[in-house]
């Protein structure tokens, strides 16, 4: 995620977006080693999102948290895909 990506105007557009016209479509959105400008971002706009919207973002650092995470929304074939999907993009990252 760069800096252009962390405008503040573009995330009230997505979600007013997604809120209006997809209500409550969403179930869950899991974000995985997000960089601190994520993180800053995040605490920005959480504030001005809908509460229901802000408690199906699921940001983990950590594989053990995913796991546990994926456990939960995912089933057991699907959950270790996204696991292996995870390592293969942490060892043969773009460029």
């Known amino acids: 995620m760069k800096i252009t990506s962390c ?5 009230l557009a997505v979600e007013h ?7 409550e479509r969403p179930g869950a ?4 080693n997000q960089g601190m400008l994520f ?3 995040w605490v920005a706009v959480r504030g001005v999102i809908h509460a ?3 408690a199906k973002l699921h940001i983990h650092r950590h594989l053990h948290k995913v796991e546990e ?3 939960e929304l995912f089933p057991d074939e699907l959950k270790s ?3 292996e999907e995870i390592r293969l993009n942490k060892s043969n990252p773009l460029p």
């Open 17 to 23: 977006i997604v809120s209006n016209h997809y209500p």
């Open 7 to 11: 405008n503040p105007r573009l995330a």
């Open 29 to 32: 959105c899991v974000v995985v």
């Open 81 to 83: 895909w996204l696991l």
């Open 52 to 54: 229901r919207t802000a």
């Open 69 to 71: 995470d994926f456990t």
């Open 39 to 41: 993180q800053t971002f």
